[in-house]
C-alpha cells in the first residue's frame, strides 16, 4: 500500500487478555518505531527497529509489552495481559533510513480499549 | 533530559486570525525540529521542519524558524481557515528511537470558527 497500514483499527479488551497489533510499514523502509498515546497527550516512544533488529526498547513500559519485526518488513506489537492503564493508541511508523531530518510516515493508529 | 514544551489548549480562533502556537525544547545535543498535524479520524502528517539552526520551515501557509539561542520553534500561519482545525504537534529527533525517533510536545487543540 502507499502508505503506514494498522490493524485492528479497534480493540477492545477484557483486562487480563492478550492483544496483537499489526503493522505494516511502507515497502522499502528500514527503520520501523511504535508510540503510544494516550487521550489528549502526545506520542510517546515505545521501540525502534532498524529492518528486524530491535535496537531501542527503552520505552516499553513493562515486560508485558512485546514487539518483533523477524523479517525486516511487517512488525507486531504484543500486550499481554492487559491493564486498564494500557487503553490508548498504538501509532506506528516508518522511514526510509536512519539519517536526521529523515520524513517520519505515520499509521492511523491503533485504538485499545481495555474494559 | 530531552522534552518538548508547547503551549495548552484548546486555542480557538476566529477565521483569518494570525495564529502562534509556541514550541520550546530541551536537547542535549543538536536536534531537528518538527510540527506535525493530526486531522479528526486521521493519522499523524507532517506540516513542517527544520533541520539546523535560523532554518524556516514552511508549508500550507504555515511556518516556524529554529532559534537555537530560545530553543524555540513557534509555528505561524497569517490567515487561519477553519480547514485546519487539528491538533498540532512539536517535536524533536532526540530521545528514543536512534536517529529519526521522535519526542513529541502534547499537542494543542486548535478550533477556527468561521
Known amino acids: 500500500g502507499a502508505g503506514v497500514s494498522q490493524s485492528p483499527r479497534y480493540k477492545v479488551a477484557k483486562r487480563g487478555q492478550d492483544v496483537a497489533l499489526r503493522c505494516d510499514p511502507i515497502s522499502g523502509h528500514v527503520s520501523l518505531f511504535w508510540y503510544q498515546q494516550a487521550l489528549g497527550q502526545g506520542p510517546e516512544f515505545l521501540t525502534y527497529f532498524q529492518n528486524e533488529a530491535q535496537l531501542d526498547k527503552s520505552g516499553l513500559p513493562s515486560d508485558r509489552f512485546f514487539a518483533e519485526r523477524p523479517e525486516g518488513s511487517v512488525s507486531t506489537l504484543k500486550i499481554q495481559r492487559t491493564q486498564q492503564e494500557d487503553s490508548a493508541v498504538y501509532l506506528c511508523?516508518?522511514?526510509?533510513?536512519?539519517?536526521?531530518?529523515?520524513?517520519?510516515?505515520f499509521g492511523e493508529g491503533s485504538w485499545l480499549t481495555v474494559v | 533530559g530531552n522534552s518538548v514544551t508547547q503551549m495548552e489548549g484548546p486555542v480557538t480562533l476566529s477565521e483569518e486570525a494570525f495564529l502562534t502556537i509556541n514550541c520550546t525544547y530541551t536537547a542535549t545535543g543538536y536536534p531537528s525540529l518538527f510540527w506535525y498535524v493530526q486531522y479528526p479520524g486521521e493519522g499523524l502528517q507532517l506540516l513542517l521542519k527544520?533541520?539546523?539552526?535560523?532554518d524556516k520551515g514552511s508549508n500550507k501557509g504555515f511556518e516556524a524558524t529554529y532559534r537555537k539561542e530560545t530553543t524555540s520553534f513557534h509555528l505561524e500561519k497569517g490567515s487561519v481557515q477553519v480547514s485546519d482545525s487539528a491538533v498540532y504537534f512539536c517535536?524533536?529527533?532526540?530521545?528514543?528511537?536512534?536517529?529519526?525517533?521522535?519526542?513529541f510536545g502534547k499537542g494543542t487543540h486548535l478550533i477556527i470558527q468561521p
Open positions: 527544520a533541520t539546523k539552526a535560523d
Open positions: 511508523a516508518s522511514s526510509l533510513a536512519g539519517a536526521p531530518g529523515n520524513t517520519i510516515y
Open positions: 517535536a524533536h529527533n532526540l530521545g528514543g528511537g536512534g536517529a529519526d525517533g521522535l519526542t
